[in-house]
């Protein structure tokens, strides 16, 4: 409503108006369709920029990002003690059981869940930075 008196007082010398109301009231109506109309264009020309749009492909990211991580997991598994390593090595490398690994390794298997617990605490702590990156990456 407002534009319509804006206009109307804008073109107030060039105006003959002899029914105000009725004047108003269609003023009213176009700029309601006007208004209707352009957004129902403006939401046609959406819908068609989102069928024609390519989605983003993150695959170089995401490939860099886990060659990052395996280099950081690589340098903890690296610092960690020799049996503790082979240990992990076997576990999740090679998808070994903790028998597995303690006849292959002859430890029993209660030193073998040492060594894995152990390994995950400080592979925890090293790799702290990249879980806290990827929390904040995600959200």
Partial sequence: MHDVLAALWQRRAQLAIEHLKSYLLGATRFRTIDALRARLAYAHYLDHQRAHTP???SSTENALAA???SAALLAGLRQLPDHTQAVFRLSRFEHRSVAEIASRLNLSPKTVEYHLTRALKL???SLRDFVL???WWWV
């Fill in 123 to 125: 592979l925890r702590v």
């Fill in 55 to 57: 989605e983003a492909d």
């Fill in 67 to 69: 060659n990052d991580l």
């Fill in 133 to 135: 990156l990827a929390l």
